[in-house]
């Protein structure tokens, strides 16, 4: 078990809607990272928030948002929502920024556009 | 320019020997860190061993140790005595301090497969 709380595991949804993933980082980590994954584009790093600001972003689509509550937790939402959309997305956390702090990652949201 | 390659989409071992899974990464940064997750057919990432560019010595974690050679830029995974648990896909990943500092880049993984 590595801290971090994903929910849902599972989310069915159609095309054009909107859905929010919910991560709860270990105790202790202000950084949250978003990772989407994917067959055909791998792992693909998409956001990170510290201590509740955004501090680097990666590979995100306009149609995707996050952010980081003052609890520490972290929403990705999607929206407009396409079949290429469907992929495991994953939240990691750490302590902090540094480059020697592992990222440690939930179990992941699978998520299907039908 | 991929910063992290992994050449082996796959890979098969004997149970019970040691299997080396290649990574070599490409950066300009002076501090960067290494790292090593092992990804199991549920879907979750676990991480397994970690490698700092200014450490001297080769981390080891258990039956994992990361062969570095800084020069050359390669961080290769070394799993002694293999287990049919390790069956997995194994990602190697890189956090610059400086530059994309915050973003991890990983690799496109290695599937390893360990015979009985």
């Known amino acids: 078990d590595s801290g971090v709380t994903q929910t849902p595991k599972h989310l069915i949804t159609a095309t054009g809607q909107r859905v929010t993933l919910r991560c709860s980082p270990r105790?202790?980590?202000?950084?949250v990272y978003w990772y989407q994954q994917s067959l055909d584009q791998g792992l693909q790093f998409l956001i990170q928030?510290?201590?509740?600001?955004?501090?680097a972003k990666g590979n995100i689509l306009e149609r995707f948002s996050a952010q980081q509550f003052p609890d520490l937790h972290s929403e990705l939402n999607l929206s407009s929502l396409e079949l290429g959309d469907s992929a495991l997305y994953f939240c990691?956390?750490?302590?902090?920024?540094?480059?020697?702090?592992?990222?440690?990652f939930g179990d992941g949201t699978r998520l299907s556009i039908l | 320019a991929q910063k992290i390659t992994q050449t082996q989409p796959g890979m098969f071992v004997q149970e019970k020997e040691a299997v080396t899974l290649d990574c070599t990464y490409d950066?300009?940064?002076?501090?960067?860190?290494l790292f090593w997750y092992k990804q199991p057919s549920s879907g979750e990432m676990i991480f397994l061993i970690y490698?700092?560019?200014?450490?001297?010595q080769n981390a080891t974690e258990g039956r994992y140790s990361l062969n570095f050679q800084k020069a050359r830029k390669s961080a290769n995974l070394v799993i002694s005595a293999s287990q049919l648990g390790d069956s997995a896909m194994y990602f190697c990943?890189?956090?610059?301090?400086?530059?994309?500092?915050?973003?991890?880049?990983f690799g496109d993984g290695t599937t390893l497969t360990v015979k009985p």
């Open positions: 990691a956390s750490s302590v902090g920024l540094e480059d020697d702090q592992p990222q440690h």
């Open positions: 105790s202790g980590d202000l950084s």
């Open positions: 928030y510290y201590n509740g600001e955004e501090r």
């Open positions: 950066t300009s940064d002076p501090s960067y860190g």
């Open positions: 490698q700092g560019s200014y450490d001297q």
């Open positions: 990943a890189m956090r610059e301090r400086f530059n994309n500092a915050g973003k991890s880049t």
